[in-house]
Nanobody, 124 residues
Framework: QVQLVESGGGLVQPGGSLRLACSAS????????IGWFRQAPGKERDVVSC????????YYADSVKGRFTISRDNNKNAVYLQMNMLRPGDTATYYC?????????????????WGQGTLVTVSS
């Protein structure tokens, strides 16, 4: 079964940028929709963005529209989240998962896999 690993988190100043990567091992991401979620301390885990395998279905939470961009590179077996104009409110642990609302029935595999998360801290 595919396993997911997030990378790219770190400390950044407000207004800065980071690019997160969700990489796969044990399989390819070609047939998976991938979502990015985040969880701040004491809060629920919420979906930030997702993309289906066909890229026909793409979603952004209102709070990140115009600032974050999701993309996938099947040749590199990875999905990326480009985060620009970061705010302190974006501080959270970011997770990628195959379980997300962009999955297209009959096209994207229906399995639930989560990465371990990568911490993003936006602070001056």
């Amino acid at each position: 079964q595919v396993q997911l690993v997030e990378s790219g988190g770190g400390l950044v100043q407000p207004g800065g940028s980071l690019r997160l990567a969700c990489s796969a091992s044990g399989g390819t991401l070609d047939h998976y929709a991938i979502g990015w979620f985040r969880q701040a301390p004491g809060k629920e885990r919420d979906v930030v963005s997702c993309i289906s395998s066909s890229e026909r279905s793409i979603y952004y939470a209102d709070s990140v529209k115009g600032r974050f961009t999701i993309s996938r590179d099947n040749n590199k077996n990875a999905v990326y989240l480009q985060m620009n104009m970061l705010r302190p409110g974006d501080t959270a642990t970011y997770y990628c998962s195959t379980n997300n609302p962009c999955a297209e029935a009959g096209l994207d595999r229906d399995v639930e896999v989560w990465g371990q998360g990568t911490l993003v801290t936006v602070s001056s």
